[in-house]
């Protein structure tokens, strides 16, 4: 299973601003910035403000508003990305099997060339 929250994790931190990020979108449910490894032209993270390790932790435990929010947040910054145009990618990774890094629920968002057949 995925580990409890970890308030030390680096988004937690960021979102606290303990370090810095480039923020692209930022409102009372989500935050977006540039992924410091982009995978693409554009590779941006859009995360929730609360404390949530995975989508599954987020769909239960988050309010609706806060799951309106976050996912009305992705929507914005692919548009403010100009990405609506020829297209993106959003992708979640949830523990282990997944790779997931960092603990804290993220969607990314790829996008800025044509991307490669989804693999598993
Ligand atoms: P995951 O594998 O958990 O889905 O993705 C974590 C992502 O966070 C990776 O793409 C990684 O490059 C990115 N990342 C890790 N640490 C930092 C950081 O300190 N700042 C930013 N902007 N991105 C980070």
Do not use: C, T
Request: charged letters at 20%; zero cysteines.
């Amino acid at each position: 299973g995925l580990p409890p929250y970890d308030p030390q994790n680096i988004f937690a931190r960021i979102l606290r601003g303990e370090i810095p990020a480039k923020v692209v979108h930022d409102d009372a449910h989500a935050l977006a910035f540039h992924d410091i490894n982009p995978l693409a032209p554009l590779h941006v993270l859009v995360i929730p403000k609360g404390a949530y390790v995975s989508q599954a932790d987020f769909s239960a435990q988050a309010s609706d508003a806060e799951i309106a929010g976050f996912w009305r947040a992705v929507g914005q910054v692919a548009r403010a990305l100009g990405l609506e145009a020829n297209g993106y990618r959003i992708l979640a990774n949830m523990g282990e099997d997944a790779g997931q890094e960092v603990p804290h629920f993220h969607v990314h968002i790829f996008g800025g060339r044509r991307l490669g057949r989804m693999v598993a």
